[in-house]
């Protein structure tokens, strides 16, 4: 296990270190600078900005200037505002991470108990319910859901304000990105659990007389979660980082809406650590994860 472990890390930085180069020669492909908008400012305040931050430089040169630098713990500073760029994720990831996991949890919890309760209760009224519910949430984007609960509940009802930094101004960015990744756990538990109650060692349960909950619970619902944590890897890492458009939409000053604000502005500096950190985050919910497997399923074995 420790051999697999070790090449799980080992790719989990080769995929970071991909992301980082990928994303820094794409993000200087695309023609015009950080301070190109600034019309005030003069070309030669403009020239001596680029020297200031190395963009002057050959794009291979800023590419190992900025590795260099980022081994050292060191992601820069925001070329619009001058702040330390670790600053800007300490405060602005806290609030994502706390709509997220609590996103998260309504989603998995939700969704898995749905989905059971839909495949124990197959072709019946709940399971209709829950299916035709958990489509109708799939289908709609998560801004979309965003959009209509802000016209209605902070426009016209008026029982939310847009932002505060209130316990109760979370209910809607929560909602909002829980719904969609809640329904497709729905229609993934259901799925799993209806394969997994057709498998021989269920019907050997059964014959023996065991508890219909101990079959449920101990042997079926423990073997259908895989795919369920297979899914909650990524999903994990994406809704705790916050949905970039929700936090837009509900004016959230989450780590998403300073990407989004970053990509708008031409901050070089600030896309690239947000996309690392964003991306850190994926590669280690998918390592643990993949770790999991043997404890949910003990035959499962690394190599």
Not at 11 to 20: E, N, P
Not at 34 to 47: D, R, W, Y
Request: proline share 4%; hydrophobic share 50%.
């Amino acid at each position: 296990m420790a051999r697999y472990i070790l090449k799980r890390i080992g790719l989990a930085i080769l995929t970071v270190f991909l992301i980082c180069l990928l994303t820094f020669f794409l993000m200087n492909a695309i023609p015009g600078g950080p301070f190109n908008s600034e019309k005030a400012l003069s070309k030669a305040t403009i020239q001596a900005l680029n020297e200031r931050y190395n963009l002057d430089k050959p794009i291979i040169v800023q590419f190992g200037l900025y590795m260099k630098n980022l081994l050292k713990g060191d992601f820069g500073v925001s070329l619009k505002t001058g702040r330390d760029i670790k600053e800007i994720i300490g405060e602005s990831f806290p609030i994502s991470a706390r709509l997220g996991l609590t996103a998260v949890i309504i989603a998995l919890v939700a969704g898995t108990i749905f989905g059971s309760v839909a495949a124990l209760m197959r072709n019946k009224l709940p399971d209709r319910i829950i299916i035709f519910i958990s489509t109708l949430f799939t289908a709609v984007p998560s801004f979309v859901l965003a959009t209509f609960l802000l016209l209605i509940f902070c426009i016209k009802l008026g029982w939310f304000p847009v932002w505060s930094a209130t316990e109760t101004n979370y209910v809607l960015p929560v909602i909002s990105l829980a719904m969609y990744p809640m329904a497709y756990t729905t229609r993934l538990a259901k799925t799993s659990m209806l394969d997994a109650l057709s498998q021989d060692y269920i019907r050997t349960a059964r014959a023996k007389g065991v508890s219909r909950w101990i079959i449920i619970f101990k042997h079926a619902l423990r073997n259908s979660l895989l795919p369920v944590i297979t899914y909650a890897g990524p999903e994990i890492a994406y809704i705790i980082t916050g949905s970039m458009v929700v936090e837009t939409v509900f004016t959230v000053g989450g780590i998403g809406s300073k990407f989004v604000n970053a990509i708008t502005n031409r901050d070089y500096t600030m896309i690239m650590a947000t996309t690392i950190f964003l991306a850190s985050l994926m590669v280690v919910a998918n390592v643990i994860c993949d770790l999991l497997y043997k404890a949910v399923d003990p035959r499962i074995k690394y190599e």
